[in-house]
Structure formats: C-alpha cells, structure tokens
Nanobody, 114 residues
Framework: QVQLVESGGGLVHPGGSLRLSCTAS????????MGWYRQAPGKQRELVAK???????NYADSVKGRFTISRDNAKNTVYLQMDNLKPEDTANYYC????????WGQGTQVTVSS
C-alpha cells in the first residue's frame, strides 16, 4: 500500500518560515519525481515545486527565490523549505509522487496571517 504522509504545516506570520516534509512508503522512492502542489479555497490545485530523480528542480514563478525543494532518498522523504512566506501562500499543500503512476498525500494546511 502506497502512502505519502505530509507534515510541517501550520500558522505563521508573514515573513516567517516553515519546512514541509513528505515521507513515502510502498514505492521505490528513488525512481519517482516528487512534487509539492497547493490548493487554496476556490482555486485550482497548482504546482509549487518539483524535483526529479536526478534532483533537477523547477518552481512556480510565485515562489522562486523563497521556496526550496530537496529530497533524501535514504529517508524516502521530500522537503519544501518555505521562507519569506506571504498571505497568498496560504493553502493546503499536497505531496505528489510521479513515475508511471502517480500518488498523492492527504495534504497539510499552511496559513500565513498576522
């Protein structure tokens, strides 16, 4: 059974930081591209950042220079370091694993508010 379990969300003030983690089980993690997506109320789910099996990365324009995605294949975990958070970053953040198939986590809520 494949599971992606996110953690690290919460409430933070504008300008603050959070680090999200997603730990996978039931898949050969090193063979999957991993991504973070987010969905705000009333909006479509959007790609935030992605990291390939070779650790190439790409980011949404809105988070470039503020967010960093990384992976630790030994721990089956992908991270999203989020700095200088803004109220518009408020959303539910989802982990995604993609290869021939793709899998989703349940999401973790990030709220940026003063």
């Amino acid at each position: 059974q494949v599971q992606l379990v996110e953690s690290g969300g919460g409430l933070v003030h504008p300008g603050g930081s959070l680090r999200l983690s997603c730990t996978a089980s039931g898949i050969n993690f090193s063979l999957y591209s991993m991504g973070w997506y987010r969905q705000a109320p009333g909006k479509q789910r959007e790609l935030v950042a992605k990291i390939t099996t070779g650790s190439s990365t790409n980011y949404a324009d809105s988070v470039k220079g503020r967010f960093t995605i990384s992976r630790d294949n030994a721990k089956n975990t992908v991270y999203l370091q989020m700095d200088n958070l803004k109220p518009e970053d408020t959303a539910n953040y989802y982990c995604n694993a993609a290869s021939l198939r793709q899998y989703w986590g349940q999401g973790t809520q990030v709220t940026v508010s003063s």
